[in-house]
């Protein structure tokens, strides 16, 4: 498509919900973002919870991404924008409660359950919430982009919510250091309160082709049809390897940052990874365009892996700048052909009911890594940092080759 196609078709390839719920989007991102970078830190060096930090923010993000899914019947059942002020307020009232568990005069409501069953709690309460909007979003661009556009409507989405994982962290760092961490929470809760009225004000409900409906015992029939495919069962749970080294970008690289290099701002250098993807990814999909999707993913993933050898042999903060810029030319190479290939898995009749399940690796991804952070940080933090990103790098390395296998096994069987 020619630059002046695609310029027209900006300006008149979508109706104006559309730009409400990207503009709704990008400032959820910046609050859900802000939160994700400072998260596990909170937990440790604030609420106390040192030794199972990555564990509980390992559940909350795996909640996130797992529920999508069952969120799709809500949306089917009381419609996108009564679903989306749902979430907001249930984020609203989540953050929040987050925050308070870092707080002076939150100690007494914490205390009557309990520390670490009150966190689990909120941040489960909080990812519930956060589910909701995945479908809200992703079905609008869909039944707001007209004709010839939703590529481009897809293009604006993922755009936005790589800035705003490039533009949250760096928030969240003047806020923790103005007025303390755990304000990022309360940040967090007065945007989510400002979108609850945008939505309630601005979104209108969009009109379009009505898909089939969910239902809870749809959805659990979609499950049993989906596990019980072992070549797509197979590749996502390979690929979670892939996300089990992204998290700890949020879950190891603080720790790392602040004790280890001593330097305090790990929320920048959170963001290296967002900041570079935006810059680089429309080139590098040109470049791999004609690649096997499944052959761009593996060389993705194996640059991905890379990565943390650089992090960990360099020992410095340039070190780790390089080496999560190397990481997000992994991520771009394979990131854009992952949804293309799972679309490519799924029986013609059940493109929707697969697709449904793409965000499985990152759940999966995300509370393994979890767990692994808590186990790298106690083994490795003070005594040898740099193995934690070794360990990382042998992750990757064997999810590349596990990628080469399956790809051997299931070519030959096609």
Not at 281 to 307: C, D, F, Q, W, Y
Not at 322 to 333: D, K, S
Not at 340 to 346: C, G, K, T
Request: proline share 3%; aromatic share 16%.
């Amino acid at each position: 498509m020619a630059l002046r196609d695609r310029v027209n078709l900006l300006f008149t390839g979508f109706v104006p919900t559309f730009w409400v719920a990207n503009t709704l989007e990008l400032f959820e991102r910046l609050a859900y973002y802000g939160a994700k970078a400072v998260l596990t830190v909170y937990l440790a060096n604030k609420v106390g919870l040192h030794e199972e930090a990555g564990f509980l923010a390992g559940l909350f993000n795996a909640v996130l991404y797992a529920l999508p899914v069952v969120a799709g019947v809500f949306v089917d059942k009381y419609g996108f924008k009564r679903t989306l002020m749902a979430c907001f307020s249930i984020f609203c009232v989540g953050y929040f409660l987050i925050g308070l568990a870092g707080m002076e005069y939150g100690q007494s409501i914490v205390a009557v359950v309990g520390k670490k069953p009150y966190v689990i709690a909120v941040l489960l309460f909080t990812a519930i919430g956060g589910s909701l909007i995945k479908p809200c979003i992703v079905g609008t661009v869909a039944k707001t982009s007209k004709p010839g556009a939703q590529a481009l409507g897809f293009s604006i989405y993922y755009t936005l919510v790589n800035f705003g994982g490039a533009i949250g962290p760096i928030i969240a760092y003047y806020v923790r250091q103005d007025l303390g961490i755990e304000f990022v929470f309360i940040m967090s809760s007065i945007t989510s309160l400002f979108l609850f009225f945008g939505a309630w004000i601005f979104f209108k409900e969009p009109d379009g082709e009505v898909a089939q409906k969910k239902t809870f015992s749809k959805v659990f029939s979609d499950m049993v049809l989906v596990f019980a495919n072992l070549k797509f069962m197979a590749f996502l749970l390979i690929f979670s390897g892939f996300w089990m080294m992204f998290w700890q970008i949020f879950y190891c690289l603080p720790f790392y940052a602040t004790e280890v290099l001593k330097y305090n701002a790990f929320e920048f250098l959170e963001t290296v990874d967002a900041w570079t993807i935006i810059l680089i990814t429309i080139p590098i999909t040109a470049l791999v365009g004609k690649v096997k999707p499944i052959l761009a993913m593996t060389i993705g993933v194996g640059i991905a892996s890379l990565s943390w050898i650089v992090i960990g042999a360099g020992g410095t903060v340039t070190a780790t700048i390089i080496g999560m810029m190397l990481f997000a030319l992994g991520e771009a190479t394979q990131a854009p052909r992952f949804y293309e290939y799972v679309s490519s898995l799924a029986p013609k009749d059940q493109v929707g009911t697969f697709m449904g399940f793409a965000f499985l690796p990152i759940a999966i991804g995300s509370f393994s890594a979890g767990v692994l952070s808590d186990w790298l940080r106690s083994s490795y933090l003070e005594t040898n940092p740099a193995m934690m990103w070794y360990t990382l790098s042998g992750i990757g390395i064997i999810t590349t080759l596990l990628l080469i296998v399956y790809d051997f096994i299931f070519s030959k069987r096609s």
